[in-house]
């Protein structure tokens, strides 16, 4: 779990440093940002989804995923949750608007990438937390820039991070002969689609549903034990 902490760490140091940046922006100034992070988060998304080598299956599990996620409603749920914990952390109202946004987007660009998995696993197994630290530098960078335009609900994207890789590292041993290179790689593709849809919302103003396909992730997870079997 160190370098899982670390990680949590480098975004809530690098959030804190990003909401002082906040205080001196004025509306112009934020609302560019705003547009220039959109658009390296759809960078980020893009550079993700292309590693795919099989386009059917981030088709098929997109589509799963998005009947699963609208069926939960996961998208309301997050954003009551986004609610609930703004104003429990805030005094005001000011950042209703992005929290839920920053907490959203910031938990998926975290979570989705092969750094999260790959570095998760090599921490729980083999106590090398050297990719997770290197992961830790990069989220704390960008923890400035999105809480700089985005608010407080970055910072809280360091608790879905805790979990999930957390959870891998813990389980290491038994769900790493499930986590292949091909199916971490899916994984991050799907993830990347999402990425994208973040960004979308972000640059253009949108309201592409993105939380309501976060179980198009797992659907590489579960596709390739299965198809082993015929």
Not at 32 to 52: D, F, K, N, R, Y
Not at 134 to 152: N, V
Request: with cysteine.
């Amino acid at each position: 779990m160190i370098g899982t902490l670390i990680n949590c760490a480098a975004i809530i140091l690098g959030s804190a440093f990003g909401l002082l940046l906040r205080r001196g922006m004025k509306d112009s100034i934020a609302k560019t940002v705003m547009q220039g992070v959109g658009m390296s988060v759809i960078l980020i998304g893009v550079t993700g989804a292309i590693e795919t080598s099989n386009t059917l299956l981030v088709i098929l599990s997109m589509v799963i995923g998005g009947v699963v996620g609208a069926w939960i409603n996961i998208d309301e749920k997050m954003n009551q949750l986004g609610a609930w914990a703004q104003k429990k952390l805030t005094r005001s109202d000011d950042e209703s608007d992005t929290f839920a946004k920053g907490f959203v987007t910031a938990s998926l660009v975290y979570c989705v990438g092969a750094m999260a998995v790959v570095g998760a696993l090599d921490s729980g197994i083999r106590g090398d937390h050297s990719t997770l630290i290197a992961k830790a530098a990069l989220d704390g960078i960008t923890a400035i820039i999105f809480s700089s335009s985005l608010g407080i609900g970055v910072m809280l994207s360091a608790v879905p991070v805790l979990i999930y890789q957390g959870a891998i590292a813990l389980l290491g041993n038994a769900i790493a002969p499930l986590l292949s290179d091909v199916v971490v790689q899916e994984m991050s593709a799907v993830g990347g689609l999402l990425i994208m849809g973040i960004g979308v919302n972000m640059l253009l103003e949108k309201d592409i549903k993105v939380a309501n396909l976060l179980p198009a992730i797992l659907i590489p997870f579960l596709y390739y034990p299965i198809a082993q079997l015929f």
